[in-house]
């Protein structure tokens, strides 16, 4: 009798939809925490740049020790020019740049997807590795990405310097130079 009163009143009918509700809201709750859990895969990325940010520092470092021992012309008397020291210290310097460009990828995508770093912020006020949001992030790692580029064709132009023989080869390597230099005023100001 007494659900049948329920029935008819309506109540039964009340009780089961907020039954429903709090189903569907419980779900929707689980669902989102799952989401929310699944920037953490974010971590791998994290990982792996700073490793090979490690690994390229020590290359590069290994490089230019290397250099300094193998290809200089005052530890060894037989080497006559530095060019040759030149291109290996220049391609360390591209080794460091990538190193970098993949340290502040890492940084940026702890802050961004995991947890800001709280010693950053009360020991560096303004530091690169400090990421606000995606567009800083992608901001700061094309400006060093393009100070590669710049050290890359630095790299080229003095491998290749020893083949220029006429006075329109060196116009224009004046004039490549020039244009970098416009290119990445152009890109820093403000």
């Not at 030149?86 to 997807?113: N, P, Q, T």
């Not at 080229?156 to 004039?175: A, P």
């Amino acid at each position: 009798m007494r659900a049948s009163l329920y029935k008819r009143s309506g109540v039964f009918v009340k009780y089961k939809t907020i039954e429903k509700i709090s189903y569907l809201s419980t779900m929707n709750n689980r669902l989102e925490k799952l989401l929310w859990n699944v920037r953490y895969v974010t971590l791998l990325a994290v990982i792996l740049s700073i490793i090979s940010s490690i690994y390229l520092m020590i290359l590069g470092s290994w490089e230019i020790i290397e250099a300094i021992l193998f290809y200089n012309p005052l530890i060894d008397s037989a080497i006559s020019e530095n060019n040759e020291l030149l291109f290996k210290i220049i391609s360390s310097i591209d080794l460091f740049l990538i190193a970098i460009v993949l340290l502040i990828f890492g940084f940026g995508i702890y802050e961004l997807f995991v947890s800001e770093i709280d010693f950053t912020h009360s020991k560096f006020k303004e530091s690169t590795l400090i990421i606000r949001d995606l567009d800083q992030l992608k901001n700061k790692i094309i400006k060093v990405i393009i100070i590669v580029l710049i050290v890359k064709f630095f790299e080229k132009i003095l491998k290749y310097s020893e083949s220029f023989s006429s006075t329109t080869d060196i116009l224009y390597f004046g004039l490549s130079i020039l244009s970098i230099c416009v290119g990445y005023y152009l890109l820093n100001r403000k």
